[in-house]
Nanobody
């Protein structure tokens, strides 16, 4: 069973940057597809970004618009989300997710394991 723990959330001003990190334990990390989702207050959880087990293919939600970058480090068993030019609407709880299939996609059902989330607050 894969366990995921997110870190790096916090309070940032609009236009600022944050780097979220997700550390995994258990399972074979290099075989996992990985993703970040988020849930804003009063909203459903939504897809943000994902990276396949190969690390060579990444996918982003349209609202990212080139501001975020997802990356993985198989030696450290981590997946990071670098977020730049943050907007008030990016405020949410961000979740890390892992897919045993090694693939990545935008649907929650594709992912087998989830972290507890880390809060991102953006002040305007």
């Amino acid at each position: 069973q894969v366990q995921l723990v997110e870190s790096g959330g916090g309070l940032v001003q609009a236009g600022g940057s944050l780097r979220l990190s997700c550390a995994a334990s258990g399972g074979t990390f290099s075989n996992l597809g990985l993703a970040w989702f988020r849930r804003a207050p009063g909203s459903e959880r939504e897809f943000v970004a994902s990276i396949m087990w190969t690390g060579g293919m990444t996918f982003y939600a349209d609202f990212v618009q080139g501001r975020f970058n997802i990356s993985r480090d198989n030696s450290k068993k981590t997946v990071d989300l670098q977020m730049n030019n943050l907007k008030a609407e990016d405020a949410a709880v961000y979740f890390c997710a892992a897919a045993r299939s090694g693939l990545s996609g935008q649907k929650e059902a594709q992912y087998n394991n989830w972290g507890q989330g880390t809060q991102v607050t953006v002040s305007s």
